[in-house]
């Protein structure tokens, strides 16, 4: 079965500091591999995505993430925690049919 | 080009009633995707829609339902509303569809709440 995996529920980071939010992933096939971020009372936004090529992704608001094919992970990393890095962080697989499979999510915080 | 639109942005009903949610997507787009999101269960599937077409549901019971008119305009339909239904209610339009590599862009959500 396909599944994607957050491990942490919470990620607590000092403003200033380098920041991983980490995600596992199961998936037949060639993984499509996306980040998206939750600002409260907010939609989600895109901030990121692997489909193929160079490992490491650079994506919005200076994130990027590491595509691991041997950990299967995918690993959203900023070099530099700011405090409005604060929200619902959310991995996601393409599977089949049409659908990408969610991870729990895990939410960040980052404290001045 | 402006964004994912849904309205109502809250809603509150009552147990048994019932409501129909809007989600107008980006210019372009002809995927329509639903989701349901819950402290305790996250981010959950509900369909997706590409040109008027329901191409894939997810595991909720048959008093959930939706369509997508031709201009992509997308509804969702609750029936029977029960108090585990009260979630935040997201609409993702994409411009193929949420497979492969296209991402979504989301709508604020509607809330809804039962009593």
């Known amino acids: 079965a396909q599944s994607v995996a957050q491990p942490e529920d919470q990620v607590n980071v000092a403003e200033g500091n380098p920041l991983t939010v980490k995600c596992t992933y199961s998936?037949?096939?060639?993984?499509?591999l996306f980040w998206y971020v939750q600002y409260p009372n907010r939609g989600l936004q895109f901030l990121l995505k692997?489909?193929?090529?160079d490992n490491l992704v650079k994506g919005s608001y200076g994130f990027e993430a590491e595509f691991n094919k041997s950990q299967t992970s995918f690993h959203l990393k900023k070099p530099s925690a700011l405090v409005s890095d604060s929200a619902l962080y959310f991995c996601?697989?393409?599977?089949?049919?049409?659908?990408?499979?969610w991870g729990a999510g895990t939410k960040l915080i980052i404290k001045p | 080009k402006a964004g994912v639109t849904q309205t109502p942005r809250y809603l509150i009903k009552t147990r048994g009633q019932q409501v129909t949610l809007s989600c107008s997507p980006i210019?372009?787009?002809?995927?329509v995707s639903w989701y349901q999101q819950t402290p305790g269960q996250g981010l959950q599937f509900l369909f997706e829609?590409?040109?008027?077409?329901?191409?894939n549901k997810g595991n909720f019971p048959g008093r959930f339902s939706g369509r997508q008119f031709s201009n992509s305009r997308s509804e969702m339909n609750v029936s029977t509303l029960e108090l585990g239904d009260s979630a935040l209610y997201l609409c993702?339009?994409?411009?193929?569809?949420?497979?492969?590599?296209?991402?979504?862009?989301f709508g604020p959500g509607t809330r809804l709440t039962v009593l």
């Open positions: 993702a339009s994409s411009l193929l569809g949420p497979e492969l590599h296209n991402e979504q862009f």
């Open positions: 210019s372009g787009h002809r995927s």
């Open positions: 829609y590409f040109s008027e077409t329901q191409r």
């Open positions: 998936v037949s096939g060639n993984p499509y």
């Open positions: 692997y489909i193929t090529g």
């Open positions: 996601a697989v393409s599977g089949s049919n049409y659908q990408l499979i």
